[in-house]
């Protein structure tokens, strides 16, 4: 990721870069001075930061608090971002009416001609900022927003270890805001090639959406409901993309994923109702 952000063409000089760690041993410091001086670093000032909180919006939280931008852009540890990413976002906001930019996010696969049946699951599922953008919200694995936005609307909720970027983006533009999409602007992210990252991701998943809905004071069966809602949504979102992609696996093969990931996720449910701690990997 280090090397993707040293190759941008936006001027390094008009860039610094905060890398957020949040792990329980603050190592992080060290090990980055340590490779960008075997690499003879010449991209922007790094920052490297330790956030104590457990969960990534936590540690985003600590770089907004810290950063001195006026736009501040975010990606994740698993992203590279393409080498003109930030010369293409930050263009964006010329318009002074643009405050919130969501670039697109390309799926990565280990072997493109030969897809593993996860991957392609993983691909036809998440990270589609397009439709997000649509639906009021963004990923921050390629976001970017005008800092008067977090002092208006606040910070990313950090009680939750995920979906807080689709509550914040969701909060801003019932606010009033828009989030302009610009798919220049792009970050490609690996695929998930494992059925045991999908089953962490669904158990992280149920986790944010649990602690959302307890702390709206929502009941066990309404959270449950809420469940089959998005269940049902989630396989129509499955059908769609599979018929407009046409990939190499049957569709029964990729519902019968679909199927064991919600069965999971309705296992957490009810586990995290009888006190169970949320997934945070």
Same mark, same amino acid.
């Given at each position: 990721?280090?090397?993707?952000?040293? &190759?941008?063409?936006? $001027?390094?000089?008009?860039?610094?870069?905060?890398?957020? =760690?949040?792990?329980?041993?603050?190592?992080? #410091?060290?090990?980055?001075?340590?490779?960008?001086?075997?690499? !003879?670093?010449?991209?922007?000032? +790094?920052?490297?930061? @330790?956030?104590?909180?457990?969960?990534?919006?936590?540690?985003?939280?600590?770089?907004?608090?810290?950063?001195?931008?006026?736009?501040? /852009?975010?990606? !994740?540890?698993?992203?590279?971002?393409?080498?003109?990413?930030? #010369?293409?976002?930050?263009?964006?906001?010329?318009?002074?009416?643009?405050?919130?930019?969501?670039?697109?996010?390309? @799926?990565?696969?280990?072997? $493109?001609?030969?897809?593993? %049946?996860?991957? *392609?699951?993983? &691909?036809?599922?998440?990270?589609?900022?397009?439709?997000?953008?649509?639906?009021?919200?963004? /990923?921050?694995?390629?976001?970017?927003?005008?800092?008067? *936005?977090? #002092?208006?609307?606040?910070?990313? =909720?950090?009680?939750?270890?995920?979906?807080?970027?689709?509550?914040?983006?969701?909060?801003?533009?019932?606010?009033?805001? +828009?989030?302009?999409?610009?798919?220049?602007?792009? +970050?490609? @992210? #690996?695929?998930?090639?494992?059925?045991?990252?999908?089953?962490?991701? &669904?158990?992280?998943?149920?986790?944010?959406?649990?602690?959302?809905?307890?702390? /709206?004071?929502?009941?066990?069966?309404?959270?449950?409901?809420?469940?089959? =809602?998005?269940?049902?949504?989630?396989?129509?979102?499955?059908?769609?993309?599979?018929?407009?992609?046409?990939?190499?696996?049957?569709?029964?093969?990729?519902?019968?994923?679909?199927?064991?990931?919600? %069965? *999971?996720?309705?296992?957490?449910?009810?586990?995290? &109702?009888?006190?169970?701690?949320?997934?945070?990997?």
């Amino acid at each position: 990721m280090l090397a993707s952000i040293e &190759s941008q063409t936006f $001027p390094a000089a008009l860039t610094e870069v905060l890398l957020v =760690d949040n792990h329980e041993a603050p190592e992080v #410091e060290q090990v980055i001075d340590r490779l960008l001086l075997e690499k !003879d670093w010449r991209g922007p000032q +790094v920052h490297v930061l @330790h956030a104590p909180k457990p969960g990534s919006y936590a540690a985003r939280n600590i770089g907004i608090r810290n950063a001195r931008g006026k736009i501040l /852009a975010f990606t !994740d540890v698993d992203c590279r971002p393409d080498h003109r990413w930030l #010369e293409h976002g930050l263009h964006q906001f010329r318009n002074p009416d643009v405050s919130i930019v969501a670039g697109a996010i390309v @799926h990565k696969f280990n072997n $493109p001609q030969q897809p593993g %049946l996860f991957e *392609v699951y993983d &691909s036809l599922m998440h990270l589609h900022q397009e439709w997000y953008v649509a639906h009021g919200f963004a /990923a921050t694995a390629n976001l970017m927003v005008r800092r008067p *936005v977090f #002092e208006a609307f606040g910070e990313f =909720d950090e009680h939750s270890f995920s979906g807080s970027d689709a509550e914040w983006g969701k909060r801003v533009t019932a606010g009033g805001e +828009v989030i302009l999409y610009c798919g220049r602007a792009a +970050v490609s @992210h #690996e695929t998930r090639h494992r059925l045991a990252t999908l089953v962490t991701r &669904s158990r992280r998943g149920v986790g944010g959406a649990y602690i959302s809905g307890r702390r /709206a004071e929502k009941d066990f069966r309404h959270i449950l409901r809420a469940e089959v =809602d998005f269940a049902r949504l989630r396989f129509n979102l499955l059908r769609q993309r599979y018929q407009a992609t046409l990939p190499r696996y049957p569709f029964p093969t990729l519902a019968a994923v679909w199927a064991l990931l919600h %069965l *999971v996720r309705v296992s957490e449910i009810a586990a995290l &109702s009888l006190g169970a701690q949320p997934e945070r990997r």
